[in-house]
Protein backbone atom coordinates (compact mmCIF):
# COMPACT_ATOMS: atom_id res chain seq x y z
CA UNK A 1 0.00 0.00 0.00
CA UNK A 2 1.64 3.31 -1.09
CA UNK A 3 -0.18 5.60 0.94
CA UNK A 4 -2.45 5.41 4.02
CA UNK A 5 -6.32 5.54 3.57
CA UNK A 6 -8.39 8.18 3.91
CA UNK A 7 -12.21 9.18 4.98
CA UNK A 8 -13.99 8.58 1.70
CA UNK A 9 -11.52 6.46 0.10
CA UNK A 10 -12.66 3.17 -1.43
CA UNK A 11 -10.35 0.17 -0.78
CA UNK A 12 -11.32 -3.31 -1.76
CA UNK A 13 -10.26 -5.35 1.48
CA UNK A 14 -8.91 -9.54 1.25
CA UNK A 15 -12.09 -11.45 1.70
CA UNK A 16 -12.60 -12.96 5.26
CA UNK A 17 -14.52 -15.07 7.38
CA UNK A 18 -18.60 -14.19 6.44
CA UNK A 19 -21.21 -15.32 8.45
CA UNK A 20 -24.59 -15.64 8.44
CA UNK A 21 -26.42 -12.67 6.73
CA UNK A 22 -22.54 -10.58 6.46
CA UNK A 23 -21.69 -9.82 2.63
CA UNK A 24 -19.33 -12.63 1.55
CA UNK A 25 -17.81 -11.53 -1.93
CA UNK A 26 -14.83 -9.47 -2.11
CA UNK A 27 -16.64 -5.82 -2.15
CA UNK A 28 -14.91 -2.59 -2.41
CA UNK A 29 -15.97 -0.33 1.17
CA UNK A 30 -15.89 3.76 1.95
CA UNK A 31 -13.22 4.97 4.58
CA UNK A 32 -15.69 6.34 6.90
CA UNK A 33 -13.37 6.57 9.67
CA UNK A 34 -11.46 10.16 10.76
CA UNK A 35 -8.28 10.69 9.35
CA UNK A 36 -6.76 11.05 12.80
CA UNK A 37 -7.51 7.79 13.61
CA UNK A 38 -6.93 6.38 10.04
CA UNK A 39 -2.73 7.59 11.27
CA UNK A 40 -2.85 6.19 14.52
CA UNK A 41 -4.55 3.08 14.85
CA UNK A 42 -4.18 -0.27 13.03
CA UNK A 43 -7.59 -0.50 12.46
CA UNK A 44 -10.05 1.75 9.78
CA UNK A 45 -13.94 1.95 10.04
CA UNK A 46 -15.58 0.95 6.69
CA UNK A 47 -19.33 0.63 5.16
CA UNK A 48 -19.48 -1.63 2.29
CA UNK A 49 -20.57 -0.76 -0.99
CA UNK A 50 -22.85 -2.89 -3.18
CA UNK A 51 -24.64 -2.20 -6.44
CA UNK A 52 -27.55 -4.34 -6.02
CA UNK A 53 -30.84 -2.20 -6.13
CA UNK A 54 -32.50 -2.65 -2.47
CA UNK A 55 -33.35 0.76 -0.75
CA UNK A 56 -33.34 -0.29 2.62
CA UNK A 57 -33.79 2.32 5.54
CA UNK A 58 -30.20 2.20 6.57
CA UNK A 59 -28.67 2.46 3.03
CA UNK A 60 -27.26 5.83 1.58
CA UNK A 61 -27.40 5.85 -2.30
CA UNK A 62 -24.59 6.38 -4.29
CA UNK A 63 -22.67 6.37 -7.56
CA UNK A 64 -18.87 5.17 -8.27
CA UNK A 65 -17.19 4.63 -11.61
CA UNK A 66 -20.95 5.00 -13.51
CA UNK A 67 -22.37 2.49 -11.41
CA UNK A 68 -25.34 3.46 -9.16
CA UNK A 69 -25.79 1.39 -6.02
CA UNK A 70 -25.91 1.51 -2.01
CA UNK A 71 -23.33 2.32 1.39
CA UNK A 72 -24.48 -0.85 2.92
CA UNK A 73 -24.51 1.32 6.56
CA UNK A 74 -26.25 -1.22 8.49
CA UNK A 75 -23.04 -3.59 7.90
CA UNK A 76 -20.40 -1.10 9.56
CA UNK A 77 -17.62 -2.44 10.86
CA UNK A 78 -14.08 -2.32 11.76
CA UNK A 79 -11.15 -3.77 10.12
CA UNK A 80 -7.26 -4.62 10.42
CA UNK A 81 -5.04 -2.33 8.01
CA UNK A 82 -3.61 -5.62 6.70
CA UNK A 83 -6.59 -6.46 4.98
CA UNK A 84 -6.90 -4.08 2.66
CA UNK A 85 -5.61 -4.99 -1.10
CA UNK A 86 -5.87 -1.94 -2.28
CA UNK A 87 -7.32 1.92 -2.66
CA UNK A 88 -9.51 1.55 -6.08
CA UNK A 89 -10.75 5.53 -5.92
CA UNK A 90 -12.86 8.36 -3.84
CA UNK A 91 -16.14 8.47 -2.94
CA UNK A 92 -18.12 11.64 -3.55
CA UNK A 93 -17.93 14.10 -0.45
CA UNK A 94 -21.56 14.49 -0.51
CA UNK A 95 -22.58 10.41 0.18
CA UNK A 96 -19.70 10.28 2.65
CA UNK A 97 -21.54 12.81 4.72
CA UNK A 98 -24.67 11.47 3.77
CA UNK A 99 -23.55 8.29 5.21
CA UNK A 100 -21.61 10.08 8.49
CA UNK A 101 -25.40 11.14 9.16
CA UNK A 102 -26.96 7.99 8.76
CA UNK A 103 -24.55 6.80 11.47
CA UNK A 104 -25.43 8.81 13.69
CA UNK A 105 -28.84 8.71 13.03
CA UNK A 106 -28.69 4.54 13.75
CA UNK A 107 -26.80 5.29 16.79
CA UNK A 108 -28.86 7.98 18.84
CA UNK A 109 -30.51 7.43 21.93
Not at 53 to 78: D, I, L, T
Amino acid sequence: MKRLPMRGDIIYIKEGDARGSEIRKPRPCVVVSPDELNRHAPTLIVVPLTSGAHPYAFRVPCSWKGRKGHMVVEQVRAIDRTRIDRIAGTMAAESVRASLLMLSEMFAE
